[in-house]
């Protein structure tokens, strides 16, 4: 099958590209590089460098794909709220312009990362795709428009989509030199810089965490799902369980031989306390479960980061 991957040079987009590959696909990677790596992207894969907003060249990168996996995003909270045009450009405007050009070039489905923040905050939990959604942040507002342009193209035009709520991905790659980095890569990092971890808030805020296997296996299961039951939906992608900031800490103290001793900083703006999804329907309409647990992830993104962090395993 021959796929593109936009934001394939990125945390989660270059793992998918590497397990497409292994399945034997050919793989194209679209990516401006501009937080993506290029040493992240497997070698058998072709890496072209431009941003997902230039639709003349987009469509004809996507001519003869039969799935694209769109991933590139700006992927911060807290950079939307500081930069609120900048996020919008990005992602409502990028992926309004892959579903364009998807459509354009004949592609069959597009699979597009969507955030468990569009619920912000829950009042049923584990939370099902069907509670209202009331986003908190521009970001959160981002990738709802983004879930609406999926489904209103494959009512439409046609062309098949499923759009992947993701909860609180991590694993190897996800990057700590960002000032918008993710809590786990940032406390890996603080761990290993012999530096006391910030927690924002008291600590007792709690996330359902996602080993970046199972997101790429969530979004291969969205690729080839039949279309009859899964296009136009939006599905919760998770590990389906909870761990609050400060219990994920002493997971990583354990691993790391010490034990934490945080700094706390004021709460940061548009977070949620409680986040856990139901993925109940990913597992009925795309058959999804998920296989690595918070503590064997956390294991083996440890033993990477104190590998020396290579590109690539």
């Known amino acids: 099958m021959q796929t593109v991957v936009t934001g394939g040079a990125g945390f989660i987009g270059s793992h998918l590209v590497d397990r497409l590959v292994a399945d034997g696909h050919q793989v194209r990677v679209v990516d401006s590089l501009t937080t993506g790596v290029a040493a992240q992207v497997h070698p058998d894969a072709e890496l072209v460098v431009t941003d997902i907003c230039n639709s003349a060249e987009l469509t004809g990168v996507f001519r003869g794909a039969e799935v694209v996996f769109h991933q590139a995003a700006r992927g911060s909270v807290l950079a939307s709220v500081q930069d609120p045009l900048a996020t919008d450009q990005a992602n409502v405007h990028g992926t309004l312009t892959v579903l364009a050009a998807a459509r354009d070039a004949g592609v069959r489905r597009v699979v597009a990362a969507s955030s468990s923040s569009v619920y912000g905050g829950a009042d049923v939990v584990p939370t099902p795709e069907s509670q209202p959604l009331r986003p908190r942040s521009p970001y959160a507002v981002t990738k709802l428009a983004g879930e609406h342009y999926c489904r209103v193209y ?46 924002h808030g008291d600590g007792l805020q709690s996330r359902d965490f996602t080993f970046v296997d199972d997101t790429v296996s969530a979004n291969l299961l969205a690729a080839t799902a039949p279309a009859d039951a899964c296009s136009g939906q939006v599905y919760n992608v998770a590990g389906g369980r909870t761990l609050s900031l400060l219990a994920l800490l002493d997971h990583l103290g354990d691993l790391f031989g010490t034990r934490p001793d945080p700094v706390f900083r004021d709460p940061r703006p548009g977070d949620i306390r409680c986040s856990q999804a139901d993925i109940t329907s990913a597992g009925k309409d795309l058959s999804f479960r998920p296989a690595v647990g918070v503590g064997d992830g956390l294991s083996r993104t440890v033993a990477w980061a104190l590998n020396g962090r290579p590109p690539r395993w």
Not at 165 to 193: C, E, H, K, T, W
């Open 154 to 199: 494959a009512e439409l035009y046609g062309l098949e989509t499923v759009a992947l709520r993701y909860f609180n991905v991590f694993g190897p790659r996800q990057r700590a030199d960002s000032a918008y980095a993710a809590v786990i890569p940032l406390f890996i990092d603080a761990f290993m810089q012999d530096r006391r971890p910030e927690v």
